[in-house]
């Protein structure tokens, strides 16, 4: 079993729907981020969490260090979001070295 | 200010050869990690530098080093190459670890080996 686990791998919006992006992880974690990477390969770096809630435009992004699971919203989503978004932790036993989910590749149609 | 810099962005090898890959971090930061990123493995950590000390390594063979200078850039070198090691090879810098700070990427080297 991976240690980070993402769902759903593939999703398919319309524009202006709500998304939400989970990623659970099995590993003690100091912090968990999450990335965003177009076609092309460029990464860009949404949210560093280690608790609570964090909100970045139309983006919130949560955590339940208890539950060992965090998630990623997009709200009034907009073709433009069209990415693969991925999930990645900070695994306190491994020397807070970055394990990352399988991504979450996400097309907001029109 | 600038981002973190990359180069080369294309590279294409032939097995057996050995390559070298370079990254510039943002100015101020520390922390330079490196990531392979394949369709069948994903994105996986290769190692992570500090202060030019290597603070981390993930799980790969020992064709695979680094090393980073005194002003925090960083390069990677692969040695007798693969057909496996074809790769975007992404790079990222932080002002410390990711536990601490956030990560900033560079665009990648994407690596042919044929």
């Known amino acids: ?110 | 200010k600038a981002g973190v810099t990359q180069t080369p962005r294309y590279l294409i090898k032939t097995r057996g050869q050995q390559v070298t890959l370079s990254c510039s971090p943002i100015s101020g930061h520390r922390s330079v990690s490196w990531y392979q990123q394949t369709p069948g493995q994903g994105l996986q950590f290769l190692f992570e530098y500090f202060s030019e000390t290597q603070r981390n390594k993930g799980n790969f063979p020992g064709r695979f080093s680094g090393r980073q200078f005194s002003n925090s850039r960083s390069e990677m070198n692969v040695s007798t190459l693969e057909l496996g090691d074809s790769a975007l090879y992404l790079c990222a810098s932080s002002l410390d670890q990711g536990s601490k700070s956030a990560y900033t990427f560079g665009s990648g080297t994407r690596l042919t080996v044929v």
């Open chain 1, 1 to 110: 079993k991976n240690e980070v686990e993402q769902s759903p791998q593939n999703l398919t919006a319309q524009e202006g729907e709500f998304i939400t992006i989970n990623c659970s992880y099995s590993v003690g974690i100091s912090a968990l981020h999450w990335l965003q990477q177009h076609p092309g390969g460029g990464i860009v770096s949404l949210f560093m969490l280690s608790s609570g809630k964090k909100k970045h435009g139309r983006l919130i992004a949560t955590i339940n260090i208890q539950e060992k699971h965090s998630s990623l919203h997009i709200t009034a989503s907009h073709p433009r979001d069209s990415a693969v978004y991925i999930c990645a932790v900070c695994n306190n036993n491994a020397g807070n070295m970055l394990t990352f989910g399988g991504g979450t590749r996400l097309m907001v149609k029109p």
